[in-house]
């Protein structure tokens, strides 16, 4: 499917739209208008039907989306109707808690291996992936045809292993070690630290609940 | 300090601003023009002059900033300088990584404890903070004065989780549980899987590198 290049803002309600979609398919609705969409997700209608517009649009005027075909819509354009094979450097607790996130079942991520340094860590296994040596890391990646590279390794490290991971092959890099990896691929950082001094300036200066981490 | 009401955006730049001061200073550097630190941030010059007038303004026209005051300022901004009593619902492997995130130590943020419902874990310790039973959650919130929940449980139990933080007392709370928890104070929620998500479409649509979760 080729799309015209929409903006960051628009990718990053994607993922909104998809879990409010998925909660009102197990809810059993069947149908629902882009008003409704709008203020279950606090977006005006508008903004909704915008965003759709982007993607050629799914509704009906006056009519509504049909939610299980829209969610299979945004399921393909997210490209969550594809597997993805995933590799993490750092099997300490947040390397640990990728291995077996449960988010990541309905996304089709599998966690293949865990990578790290430390002699008493390698040859375990963490919910079942086994953890290998940091040093197989590329032959690892080009020999599995891994598609993601995660990094929950040191922040001293991190610039490091995205760059190793880019040459191995991998086609994105997820990031939480507290500072900016960069590559040519695509790359999330999840700034966990950024998200908390939010929190903090928040609680000082009483602003209202409920702004996301987008 | 009393500060006018600033945009949502602005706060969340604010840790970033506040992150690369830090490696500035940590770097020797003791004056930067607003040019160039909008350039080391891709920001441009006079976003970063009209998020710090929010502020009052720390600068001088045409002298730059002195980095250590400029970190000073923004530290106070953003509340760094008291320290904040955390509690971690949830003792798996995210909750285990918050009880000793290196991010923490200089936002002097402290897990006291951490709470489950599973007897094997209840009694132990992680990174030297106990492990309690969950029912002991409020007490433990009243008596500690606890300033910030963590909730990094089960999708299922976030809500009334953050439902009894609240009730409790504390003043924040940080949502690691996939899905968004609401309430009457402020609440950050990670969406972990967004951001996976948001990758998945960059790797599909060949988006470039490097859009931050802000």
Redesign the interface.
């Known amino acids: 499917m080729e ?1 015209r290049r929409v903006s ?1 803002a628009v ?2 309600r ?3 739209y ?2 409010q979609l998925l909660l009102l398919e197990s809810a059993g609705v069947e149908r629902i208008s882009s008003g409704k969409l709008a203020q279950q997700m606090r977006l005006n209608a508008s903004q909704v039907r915008q965003d759709f517009n982007c993607f050629g649009g799914f509704g009906q005027q006056g009519y509504g989306y049909n939610v299980r075909s829209l969610l299979g819509e945004i399921r393909g ?4 109707d ?1 597997p ?1 094979k995933a590799v993490v450097v750092g099997a ?3 390397g ?2 990728l ?6 079942e309905r ?1 089709s ?1 599998v966690v293949e291996a865990l990578f790290d340094i430390k002699p008493e860590l390698i040859g375990t296994t963490i919910s079942g992936k086994p953890v290998l040596h940091t040093d197989a890391l590329e032959d690892y990646i080009r020999e599995h045809d891994i ?2 590279g995660m990094i929950a390794a ?2 001293s490290v991190a610039q490091s292993v995205a760059d190793r991971m880019q040459t191995a092959g991998v ?4 990031n939480f070690a ?3 990896v ?24 009483k ?8």
């Open positions: 799309l960051e990718v990053r994607l993922p909104k998809y879990r354009i997210l490209a969550l594809r993805y300490g607790n947040i640990g808690a291995a077996n996130f449960e988010g990541f996304e991520v598609d993601i040191r922040r086609q994105g890099i997820w507290p500072l900016d960069v590559a040519d691929i695509p790359v999330e950082n999840i700034h966990m630290t950024d998200s908390l001094i939010c929190l903090c300036y928040k609680i000082n200066h602003l209202p609940d409920n702004d996301d981490i987008e």
